[in-house]
């Protein structure tokens, strides 16, 4: 998706997505080990960078340290180019509500935006449902360093079904942009917390525009949900880049989707 801004589909890394008048964040450095660690899980190792919470990959994603030592139990097998994908740990314990929490400080907008983003969600009439509350939410919402070089970032549930417990905005940003960008952003990386993957994962130039990037077909961490589409789907809500102006509500393949996993 391109605009006049570039957003790794909601948490967009402002290297892999650039984007005018914006400061990138310079990579810091990662091993050999790391890249391999990273690369074991299926992700990508290209304009890898260190974050709060562990390291950023593929724009918006938050691999924890922890999670670098963790290979998978099962094997994946990447298929295609353009179709949805989930992780390897989902959300258990079903039917569940999610609670999510905004931090304070945050203008009302960011309450509007999160109340659209659970409205999307709840609607599909999924065995998952989300919910907001003001403090200690199981993920909670808060604001991404000054210095961040993304849109937002989240990560993936964890091995014991748990949603990944946290989402960082940038400000700088999203205070301004159009309130149904911000929707889809919260709604997207909502999506990875739950254990979802970006729609075109191995083909980011889909949607971020830039080199094509196909990592090949191998055992990796990504699994393709039954009856989602073998080819481009250019309006999913779970495409890697996104600019200010674009709203991504689910499309019919996004429902097929959450509807095959929740």
């Not at 957003?7 to 964040?25: F, N, R, S, W």
């Not at 109340?115 to 709840?122: F, K």
């Not at 993304?150 to 309130?179: C, E, H, M, Q």
């Not at 917390?193 to 094509?212: K, L, P, W």
Request: proline share 5%; glycine share 10%.
């Amino acid at each position: 998706m391109k605009s006049s801004l570039l957003a790794c589909t909601l948490a967009v890394l402002l290297i892999a997505c650039k984007k005018e008048g914006t400061t990138t964040q310079e990579p810091t450095a990662a091993s050999d080990e790391v890249l391999g660690q990273i690369a074991a899980l299926g992700f990508g190792t290209g304009n890898v960078v260190r974050h709060e919470e562990g390291w950023l990959v593929e724009g918006d994603i938050v691999i924890s340290d922890e999670q670098l030592s963790n290979r998978p139990e099962t094997q994946f097998l990447r298929v295609g180019a353009e179709e949805q994908y989930r992780t390897f740990n989902l959300v258990t314990g079903l039917p569940r509500n999610i609670t999510i929490s905004l931090a304070s400080g945050f203008p009302t907008r960011y309450i509007t935006a999160l109340d659209g983003a659970i409205e999307r969600y709840n609607a599909q009439n999924l065995q998952i449902t989300f919910s907001r509350v003001t403090t200690r939410g199981n993920i909670n919402i808060t604001a991404a360093p000054s210095t961040a070089g993304y849109l937002a970032s989240a990560g993936f549930p964890t091995n014991n079904g748990r949603p990944y417990g946290s989402i960082k905005v940038n400000r700088a940003y999203l205070d301004t942009w159009n309130i149904n960008t911000v929707i889809s952003i919260l709604a997207h990386e909502v999506g990875h917390c739950i254990g979802f993957r970006h729609t075109d994962y191995m083909s980011r130039q889909y949607s971020c525009g830039g080199s094509a990037v196909n990592e090949g077909a191998s055992s990796v961490g990504a699994v393709h949900i039954p009856g989602t589409p073998t080819g481009p789907d250019p309006n999913s809500w779970m495409l890697a880049c996104i600019g200010n102006g674009v709203d991504r509500p689910f499309n019919s393949n996004d429902r097929t989707a959450l509807s095959y996993l929740y």
